[in-house]
C-alpha cells in the first residue's frame, strides 16, 4: 500500500456541491450525522452532495437531497457560496435554505443519524470545516 499524496494547494481539485440547510418550523436545522464508512465519519453536516455534469445547481440538490434522505424540496433559496480548502481537494459549497419540502425523512446512505438543532446550539456538534461557514454566516442573518 502507497501512502496518498496530498497535492499542492495551488494545485487541489475542485469539487461543486450543493447542500440543504432545512428549517422547520420551530427554527430548528437539519444536521445529518456523516457514515462511519466515508471521509470525515461522524461528523454533522447538512445533506447534499456533488453537482453532476450537465446539472444545474437547483437539479442537484433535488436529486441529492431524494438519494440521501427521501425528502423532495419544494421551497428552497440559495445562500452566500462557500469555498474551503481541505487537505486534499478544494470545495465550492452551494448551500440553499429549504423551508418546505415533501415526502418522510429517511436515511439512505448509511448515515449515523439526524437531528434538529437551534441555530444557537449548533456550535456543540463537530462539523466540516465548510458547514461552519455556512452557520457563520446565518448567525450573521438573524442578527
Known amino acids: 500500500m502507497t501512502a496518498q499524496k496530498t497535492p499542492p494547494q495551488d494545485k487541489l481539485p475542485i469539487l461543486f456541491v450543493v447542500c440543504a440547510v ?4 420551530d427554527n ?6 456523516r457514515p462511519k464508512d466515508k471521509p ?3 461528523l454533522w453536516e447538512f ?15 433535488i436529486r441529492e437531497i431524494k438519494e440521501e434522505i427521501a425528502l423532495k424540496p ?3 433559496k440559495s445562500l452566500a457560496f462557500v469555498s474551503h480548502s481541505y487537505a486534499t481537494f478544494h470545495i ?5 435554505l429549504v423551508t418546505e419540502w415533501s415526502g418522510e425523512l ?11 438543532v437551534d441555530l444557537k446550539n449548533m456550535k456543540e456538534f463537530s462539523k466540516p470545516a465548510a458547514s ?5 454566516y446565518m448567525n450573521k442573518l438573524i442578527l
Not at 50 to 60: L, N, V, Y
Not at 106 to 116: A, R, S
Open 132 to 136: 461552519e461557514k455556512i452557520i457563520d
Open 92 to 96: 465550492i459549497l452551494l448551500p440553499y
Open 40 to 42: 470525515m465519519p461522524g
Open 47 to 61: 445533506p447534499g452532495g456533488k453537482i453532476e455534469f450537465g446539472e444545474t445547481p437547483e437539479q442537484a440538490l
Open 22 to 25: 432545512f428549517q422547520n418550523n
Open 28 to 33: 430548528e436545522i437539519l444536521l445529518i450525522q
Open 106 to 116: 429517511n436515511l439512505l446512505e448509511q448515515q449515523q443519524g439526524y437531528i434538529w
Open 74 to 76: 419544494t421551497q428552497f
